[in-house]
């Protein structure tokens, strides 16, 4: 939970933190949207990955995973603490606040990579639901902490920004204790690559040495969560549609939709740890598709949208997110090889990625041309391609066996 704490602390902090903060010193709209780009590492991290494969920091002597997570949050919270030295208000200090966000967030990026790593290697079979949905707990609170959290110290007690971020750069150093303290892996045990080459090349050797199946598991990687991307990509514009307050919005959607996605990642561990994750992967599949259908109940209202079937639709949309990342990380953290997990785990989450790219981005074209109802439907129906390729993977020697590093 810790670790995911630290996780989710950086995210908010370049986004909506950031935003709030350019946007009470004066920098204008065009400025703030540019500096999206922040956000780029996280969509790219595969590329350095390797690097904490193949590299061991050993002056720490906490071995490969720990060793990473201290050195990588004790540059994050000395590079959050340098937001606070930032005074956005010229044009050579908005170019310092985008370098130092750019910064924070390769930092945040890399942080992400070791920890997915360290959790595939440190738990058991057994044990990865329930630890994704308390890493999930942690990561959302972290999240919330530096995005909410953020805006309450500002707005609430008065705080000025440059103090908040000395307090959030304070909260991650902290984090380096749960870092020192968190048992060693396994698979620390293991040679690490021999090469920065091995370490490259042997990840993507070890995959392709599936053959079918391995091509198969990528597929199903890429279109398993596309209900949950294609609908999610449009729920702001539909509900404010709808007739939704942007009060409300914030409410249900940011407060009570973390809660509930909280909430289903516990109950998706609980589900997995009863009847393992291949069983746990049909339940979800069948369930987060069928979830976008509860926005139909808001659409009937006619863009009068009654607060409790927006919060309905809201709570089963988020709950079913919950219970499908509480049973597909699991599936992904048990494709990877301990000896490049680093590697593995990011190539897929990126994969993922490409997803919800290829998910969100004709969702506005599809709904302009159906409609609100029509699009629900065909992203409930957008489920069926993930559960037709389950059969074809045998999820009980991926999942529920250690991987083998023979």
Known sequence: MALGFASGLPLSLTTDALQAWLKDAGVDIASIGALGFVSLPYGIKFLWAPLMDRYVPSA????????????????????????????????AGL??????????????????????????????PE???????????????????SGAGALYLVGRFGLSWPITFLVLAGMMLLCIVASILAPAPASEMLAPPRTLRDAVIGPMNEMLARGRAGWIMLAMVF???????????????????SGVSKADLATIKQIMGTVVVIAGAISGGVIVNRIRVG???????????????????????????????????????????GLTTAGFLPFLMAQCDPRFSATQYALLSG?????????????????????WTIFFLISAVSG???????????????????????
């Open 95 to 124: 170019l310092a606040v985008g370098a130092v966000a750019l910064m924070i967030a390769f930092f945040s990026a890399s942080q992400d990579t070791v920890t997915d790593a360290y959790r595939t290697d440190v738990l058991p």
């Open 127 to 145: 044990e990865r639901g329930a630890g994704v949905a308390v890493s999930i707990m942690g990561y959302r609170m972290g999240a919330l902490m």
């Open 223 to 241: 279109v398993f969560k596309v209900p949950e991307y294609m609908a999610g990509s449009l729920t702001v514009p539909f509900l404010l549609d």
């Open 60 to 91: 720490l002597r906490l071995g490969r995973r720990r060793g990473w997570l201290v050195v990588i949050q004790f540059l994050l919270a000395g590079t959050i603490a340098a937001l606070a030295l930032c005074r956005p208000e010229s044009r």
């Open 351 to 371: 994969i993922m990625a490409l997803g919800r790219v290829a998910a969100s981005t004709p969702a506005g074209f599809i709904a302009g041309h159906t409609g």
């Open 384 to 406: 069926l391609p993930g559960l037709a390729l389950l059969p074809f993977l045998d999820l009980r020697e991926k999942i529920d066996q250690p991987v083998s590093v023979d």
């Open 279 to 321: 069983p746990s992967l049909w339940l979800f599949g069948v369930l987060h598709s069928v979830s976008n259908l509860s926005f139909l109940l808001v659409a009937r209202d006619g863009g009068h949208a009654q607060f409790w079937h927006v919060a309905v639709a809201v709570a089963v949309e988020n709950f079913c997110i």
